[in-house]
């Protein structure tokens, strides 16, 4: 699962190396209370698009096992 993270503006300035710890961080507890791996892409602020009005339909066209 990939899950992509955007910042507090008030963290605008984080290093690499302040993501990369946010991501490793996120990665430990979603696998921790889930228990589904993830890969958490650190994004920059404004880099997520905000849906406007409806919340968008997601469909899992995955085959089931």
Known sequence: MKV???L???FAF???AEKEFVAHDLQHHIKF???I??????????GIERSIGKAKRVID?????
Do not use: T
């Open 4 to 6: 992509n993270v955007e």
């Open 8 to 10: 507090k503006p008030e």
């Open 14 to 16: 984080a290093s690499s």
């Open 33 to 35: 209370y889930i228990g």
């Open 37 to 46: 791996s993830a890969r958490i892409d650190v994004v920059e602020i404004g």
């Open 61 to 65: 066209k995955r085959k089931a096992e």
